[in-house]
């Protein structure tokens, strides 16, 4: 197949049609970011890049010629959490209509656009109405360990919903633990880092939590190289109310159970624990969903006989290789750059198994 891909990234979808079993005679990337087209050409050194969509005007070569055309405008204006959002009036945004433009030239058989789910409705029947298809949402949690709901324009034909295929965030983590099934949404922003504030306050920016006591957690390579640690906090399943700590959030742990993060402004701990109907329930639930050893809290905090699990954690950031993961790419893919360009990169990117979903219709 030929292909044309506008605001390529770093050529997920040609990862994509490898994955799927389709032939690419040519591939033709249209992007400006120097390092993303770096990471494409060390994976793919036959792409051949156009420069930007606003510059590029399709050769005869090109016009007729191509059976797939595919790409995510930029959804800066139009994400729910860009304040004072333009829409497709924004400068980044707005860039969709050259998306239009080039389709009515290029004329392909196939496309796909992909944006995202928090569209203003407006912004959403305004692209249906420019495409003529209506979009399809799917949510990158069926075919790995992220929630990330897309938009998919294409008319590409009988495109159904993915089948789930059961991955967990626990599942792709290089060490560590996490307090929920799926990692939030992973974004251009993500090499910034966070803390444990920032993550359960805005719900963003996931973390892991390292056990300080387990062997394979200490002096990791990847918690030397590409995690932000921001303090030591103590995790057990201490009721919520106790010390007079403060409920943060309540987050999905395994199962049907409910699991509570608290923060203990007293002592700067962070406590985690099942939040029941009290009783024998209140305990702390592992990251499989089952409960987990005894043990007494020390001091003589709590009830006499409450149900404990304490562990010491430091909290760092998803490594480069994990956020792969979630793209469903291979890892070390996005390799040769910074770790700040890995994830601008990551968090721009298609999810690989998604849009090999949708062209195995061509097949």
């Known amino acids: 197949m030929k292909i044309l891909s506008l605001f390529d990234g770093i050529s997920c979808a040609r990862v994509a049609l490898e994955r799927a079993g389709i032939p690419v005679e040519s591939y033709y990337a249209s992007e400006t970011d120097k390092y993303a087209m770096q990471v494409s050409a060390k994976n793919y050194p036959d792409i051949v890049q156009v420069g930007s969509v606003v510059d590029f005007h399709p050769t005869p070569l090109i016009c007729g010629n191509i059976d797939l055309m595919v790409g995510g405008s ?10 004072d959002r333009k829409g497709l009036d924004g400068e ?5 209509w050259e998306y239009v433009r080039i389709l ?7 496309f796909i656009l992909e944006n995202v789910n928090s569209m203003p409705k407006e912004a959403k029947a305004i692209i249906t109405e420019a495409l003529g298809v209506e979009p399809i949402m799917i949510n990158a949690a069926l075919v790995s360990a992220q929630n990330r709901k897309r938009l998919f324009w294409t008319n590409i034909p ?28 992973i974004d251009a922003s993500y090499y910034k880092g966070g803390s444990l504030d920032h993550y359960l ?7 892991v939590f390292c056990a300080t006591n387990r062997k394979e957690n200490i002096q990791a390579e990847q918690d030397v190289n590409a995690c932000s ?6 995790i057990d399943g201490k009721r919520k109310d106790a010390l007079g700590a403060k409920t943060e959030q309540r987050l999905e742990i395994g199962g049907d159970k409910a699991n509570t993060i608290t923060k203990v402004y007293k002592d700067s701990m962070v406590r985690i624990g099942q939040i029941g109907k009290g009783g024998q329930g209140d305990r702390i639930y592992s990251p499989e969903g089952k409960s987990v050893g005894l043990s007494a809290l020390s001091g003589g905090r709590g009830p006499k006989t409450g149900l404990y699990q304490t562990e010491e954690y430091t909290v760092r950031k998803l490594t480069p290789i994990e956020c792969e993961r979630l793209q469903s790419l291979p890892d070390n893919y996005t390799e040769g750059v910074s770790n700040s360009q890995r994830y601008k990169a990551l968090g721009n990117a298609f999810n690989v198994d998604v849009i090999a979903h949708i062209i195995t219709n061509l097949l």
Do not use: H, M, W
């Not at 930029?74 to 304040?83: G, R």
């Not at 980044?92 to 969709?96: A, E, H, K, P």
């Not at 306050?201 to 973390?207: F, V």
């Open 74 to 83: 930029p959804c800066q204006d139009l994400s729910i959490a860009k304040k």
């Open 92 to 96: 980044r945004s707005g860039l969709f």
């Open 104 to 110: 009515k030239e290029v004329k392909p058989k196939y």
């Open 158 to 185: 009988n495109v159904t919903q993915p089948k789930d295929k059961g991955i967990l965030l626990k599942d792709i983590l290089e060490n560590g633990d996490s307090d929920r099934l799926k990692s939030y949404c």
């Open 201 to 207: 306050e805005k719900g963003t920016r996931q973390i």
């Open 229 to 234: 640690f921001r303090g030591r906090y103590l």
